[in-house]
């Protein structure tokens, strides 16, 4: 049975978004080709009709994780995305949660274009982190980037160091806490 285009682009979709969750809950080397198309919904042998390799679809996949995650924190100030953030409920669903905070530790032994996405997605973090605070000097713009990019790489680093927690240990709450209320004294 031949598929319709918009089928095709349906399909690739669904295998996008089943990989970007699959990928972030399991990391990259723990999703096979055929356990994500099994659960995208397709067999194996569909895979290569959608991408090259499966760094294509890493790629694509993060990519599409950085999209969720800035239409999520679109319009949220800098307190508001901390304490979404850095918070249990974000650490217990790697899934759906933060592409960085999941997979930038996979992201660093991967090739380049892997690396390539996560750059563009860092930036497009700091980019929906960013305020507009009128006309100001260039040493004040480099002074709040570089406030954004220390509050990513703290609220990152929070949630990787207590997922490689136990899960119900009190450490992995006490750095959540910790972190979260260091962040926002210094805001």
Known sequence: MKVTKTQARENRARIVETAS??????????????????AAGFTHGGFYKHFRSKADLMAEAAASGFSQ???????FDAVAFVKEYVSREHRDAP???????????????????IKETF???????????????GDVGESAKREAR????ETLAHVVGAIVLSRA???DSSLADEILEVCR???????
């Open 181 to 187: 209320t260091r962040i926002l004294s210094s805001l």
């Open 165 to 167: 927690c136990p899960d």
């Open 69 to 75: 995650l800035a239409e999520n924190t679109t319009g």
């Open 146 to 149: 570089a406030k954004r990019i």
């Open 95 to 113: 899934g759906s949660g933060c592409t960085l905070a999941a997979l930038c530790g996979d992201a660093a032994r991967q090739p380049e274009s």
């Open 21 to 38: 969750k699959l990928f972030r809950e399991r990391g990259y080397d723990g999703v096979g080709v055929a356990d994500l198309m099994a």
């Open 119 to 133: 750059a563009a997605g860092i930036e497009s973090q700091l980019a929906t982190l960013e305020r507009e605070d």
